[in-house]
């Protein structure tokens, strides 16, 4: 049973257009949020998060927005550049962010120069 | 600042032989995750240690896997006697009280 869902496989934008990755959630009891991105042969890296006290979270070009009605979190990426082509983890963690990370299958990201 | 660590980097053994993965977590984290993700599956949680203790180990997937943290800072797992279907790329994380987990680069398991 996914706890945590990323339905789109892929997506593909122009440069310089927006990326939207969508990711929706169905335990309760997840109260953190986060998105990774991944490249090949690499870990992780930490991308931005957001706490269910919040409905939005911007850093730079990436903005978080979490919807707890719908349990629905997206990531939205603007302007996207080349180099933002990765695989996008979404990630729910209870507790705050203390406990396990439980992840999504990931959405692959093109962005066409 | 140092991020996570792991070696090796890649093992290739055979069905039935030992492997020990080694991560070393960013300095003065008191948390620490090891993941799997098996076939380009999702990344699935093994167990959590904080300090030395193990905090969760409810993803272990079974006795053939043994996770340690003697002295709270580097983490070993062993997996013996290895099978088959425990090929993956195995992820360590470290982090402090709360907040983001800071992922290795990780080890590509390989049973064959």
């Known amino acids: 049973d996914q706890q945590v869902k990323q339905n789109s496989p892929s997506l593909s934008v122009q440069e310089g257009r927006i990326s939207i990755l969508n990711c929706d959630y169905t335990?309760?009891?997840?109260?953190?949020f986060l998105w990774y991105k991944k490249y090949p042969a690499e870990g992780p890296t930490f991308l931005i998060s957001i706490s269910s006290i919040k409905d939005k979270n911007e850093d730079g070009r990436f903005t978080v927005f979490l919807n707890k009605s719908a349990k629905h979190l997206s990531l939205h990426i603007v302007p996207s550049q080349p180099g933002d082509s990765a695989v996008y983890f979404c990630a729910a963690s209870a507790q705050g962010g203390s406990e396990k990370l439980v992840f999504g299958k990931g959405t692959k990201l093109t962005v066409n120069p | 600042e140092a991020g996570v660590t792991q070696f090796p980097s890649h093992s290739v053994i055979e069905k039935g032989q030992t492997v020990t993965l080694r991560c070393d977590p960013i300095?003065?984290?008191?948390?620490l995750y090891w993941y799997r993700r098996v076939m380009g599956k999702e990344i699935k949680f093994l167990l959590h240690f904080v300090k030395e203790s193990k905090q969760d180990e409810s993803g272990m997937p079974n006795n053939r896997f043994l996770a340690e943290r003697t002295g709270g800072t580097y983490s070993t797992l062993k997996v013996q006697p290895a099978e088959l279907e425990d090929s993956g790329v195995y992820f360590c994380?470290?982090?402090?009280?709360?907040?983001?987990?800071?992922f290795g680069p990780g080890t590509r398991l390989t049973v064959l």
């Open positions: 300095s003065g984290h008191d948390n």
């Open positions: 335990n309760s009891m997840f109260d953190y």
């Open positions: 994380a470290s982090s402090p009280w709360t907040g983001e987990q800071f």
